[in-house]
């Protein structure tokens, strides 16, 4: 009796051993593997001001895939460098691709080739600008403008600069996916489905929400697997005593 108990006791050891170890290298797996790809795959930028609030606030921090400036679509909040516009990284969205023309304002929207474009994540969404403008962008080239238009230096704002304030596809560093700072505003960015009617659509989100996820999992993983080997130890020695207890009770 006693033998089979123990024989019992070592294979539920094993199991448990083995099924924590599994565990444990599946969830550092996910966790290493889906921490370096987004790392690859993303990088930070702090925003300094508020030309994009309410979308991101100042001094929030983005993520911001690293993406061609080819693949990049109208609504899409990008992040870029131009030496016209300060040589500095900003932040601002895609109101018009090369070939458009941006217009402000029909009943208070922005139109893109005469179509009226909705846009709910603006500082004032009855009103996309508030100064009428109108922009022929060249190929090769995109119109920027800040989600608070009463206070972002854009595309508006360089219209004499040449090529009506458009910036280079090449001047793009990323496009922004998420906002990583602070903890309040945490998550993926809404995508501007106001321009989804428009030829070519909008730009699938990114990567990360899946690579988040396996990191999760991954740290689930880990710590599950490393507390299960214990109490399984623990739940076959409880089990193992148990017969011999009786037995005891019984012969005595």
């Known amino acids: 009796m006693v033998r089979s108990t123990e024989h019992t006791d070592g294979h539920g050891r094993t199991t448990g051993s083995t099924l924590s170890g599994l565990a444990v290298a599946v969830g550092c797996l996910l966790f290493l593997g ?8 993303y990088r930070p930028y702090t925003v300094p001001t508020d030309s994009m ?18 693949r990049v679509r109208r609504g ?6 131009d030496t016209v516009w300060g040589d500095v990284p900003m932040v601002k969205r895609v109101a018009g691709v090369g070939g458009d023309t941006v217009a402000c304002c029909t009943k208070g929207k922005l139109t893109v080739n005469g179509t009226p474009v909705d846009e709910p994540y603006l ?11 109108s922009a022929k962008v060249p190929a090769g080239r995109l119109f920027l403008l800040g989600d608070h ?13 040449g090529d009506d304030g458009a910036v280079p596809r090449e001047a ?8 990583a700072w ?6 993926m960015l809404d995508r501007a489905d106001g321009f989804a009617a428009l030829p070519g659509g909008t730009s699938a989100p990114g990567p990360l929400r899946p690579l988040t996820a396996a990191v999760v999992a991954g740290a689930v993983l880990i710590l599950g697997g490393a507390a299960y080997g214990p109490l399984a130890a623990r739940r076959n020695r409880a089990a193992q005593a148990a017969p011999v207890a009786d037995a005891e009770r019984a012969h005595g």
């Open 53 to 70: 609030s309410p979308t991101i606030e100042p001094g929030a921090r983005v993520l911001a895939e690293n993406v061609d400036g080819s």
């Open 149 to 161: 238009r009463g206070d972002s230096l854009d595309s508006r704002s360089h219209t004499t600069d």
């Open 123 to 133: 500082q004032n969404p009855k009103l996309a600008s508030p100064t009428g403008f």
């Open 172 to 179: 793009v560093l990323g496009r922004v996916d998420a906002l």
């Open 76 to 81: 899409d909040v990008v992040v870029f460098r």
């Open 182 to 187: 602070p903890m309040s505003g945490i998550g």
């Open 34 to 41: 889906g921490f370096v790809w987004a790392a690859l795959l």
